[in-house]
């Protein structure tokens, strides 16, 4: 996978409108934002919806005067595999890497010749078992979307994968909700956690909410992959532009979820190496509050906390308070080991 902490996803998916010259301005697009892969979708119509079924309610908003059917609205939106060829070469061409979506067993198999990292479950395909068979007997990682799902669903999935084939160490989930866009209510990134702690596999996102804040969030809640549709053109005609983010919002996206990935650093609590210089200008220690003799037995009320802090630390006051001072000293004399029997 991405050799980044954080993999970003740029998902072009069928935004590209069944046009390879658009596609290719999409994988200029997600390679100058500093994506890590910029992903399609590999299907045929035929084998991926009935000639009956109905479009989806947010592809009938995207084009309310279409009369088309969902199988006519994905004819138009399919690759041919010369073409899922050529978008690999020009990924390769552009210093990005290719990925898609299969949605059935064909497009696995087209994937598995373009040399792809990892497979890529789309949350349609979660209660598929025998694609989901398919898939694990590849041998190949894979990462899971989880829209629409229940916990036991994503837990029935990820041991259907484990039983064929693949292992704990080989799978990653993606939280998502299905919708376009999505509500921000509707987004439970929360969720990221209980899966976490529930399956112990690496959590991502798939987002779908309009903007580039709740990406951002969930890079911050320590998601391992972060997937954003983007468009070159929100005003396109199609399913999905109307849900995706434009190119200058992509760039933010990611110039921002590169800051976190930095910003995230270890579980263990130390200084930072900038901050060691300003312990001893930021912290105080044990001064004199006003002049005093020599023998004099040290008494709280001799002394104050004051910048700087290299010498004695207020937390180490009791091992002062009664000791007799060693010479006279001038107020606000910063106390020393040394100076005190």
Do not use: W
């Not at 035929?46 to 947010?58: D, G, I």
């Not at 299905?178 to 956690?193: F, H, S």
């Not at 200008?281 to 009320?301: D, N, W």
Request: glycine share 6%; with cysteine.
């Amino acid at each position: 996978m991405a050799a980044n902490p954080i993999c970003i996803i740029a998902e072009a998916g069928v935004n590209h409108n069944g046009s390879i010259d658009t596609a290719k301005k999409l994988i200029e697009v997600a390679a100058r934002a500093g994506a890590d892969y910029v992903k399609f979708q590999t299907f045929t119509a035929e084998k991926t919806v009935s000639v009956v079924a109905q479009k989806a309610a947010y592809q009938i908003k995207s084009e309310p005067n279409d009369v088309t059917t969902q199988f006519e609205m994905l004819k138009q939106l399919e690759l041919s595999e010369s073409a899922h060829f050529e978008l690999a070469e020009y990924c390769r061409y552009h210093g990005i890497k290719f990925l898609s979506t299969a949605f059935d067993e064909s497009g696995v198999d087209l994937l598995l010749k373009l040399k792809v990292d990892f497979l890529k479950i789309p949350s349609g395909e979660i209660t598929n078992k025998p694609f989901l068979e398919y898939i694990a007997k590849q041998g190949k990682p894979v990462v899971l979307s989880t829209g629409m799902s229940y916990m036991q669903e994503v837990e029935a999935a990820v041991s259907c994968l484990i039983k064929n084939g693949l292992t704990k160490d080989m799978i990653k989930i993606l939280h998502c909700t299905t919708e376009y866009p999505c509500p921000y209510e509707d987004v439970n990134l929360l969720a990221m956690r209980s899966m976490q702690e529930k399956l112990g596999i690496p959590i991502g996102y798939s987002d779908h909410s309009e903007g580039i804040e709740v990406a951002i969030a969930a890079a911050a809640m320590g998601a391992c992959i972060i997937e954003k549709h983007f468009t070159l053109d929100k005003n396109m005609v199609g399913p999905d532009h109307q849900a995706s983010i434009e190119p200058n919002e992509l760039m933010q996206m990611i110039r921002s979820i590169r800051a976190i990935e930095k910003a995230l650093g270890s579980a263990e609590k130390k200084p930072a190496s900038s901050e060691i210089k300003n312990i001893v200008i930021a912290r105080k220690s044990i001064h004199l509050r006003r002049a005093l003799p020599k023998q004099h037995l040290l008494q709280l009320s001799d002394l104050e906390m004051k910048r700087p802090g290299d010498g004695i630390s207020p937390m180490d006051i009791n091992l002062v308070l009664g000791k007799r001072l060693k010479n006279d000293f001038s107020a606000e004399y910063k106390l020393l080991f040394q100076d005190i029997e």
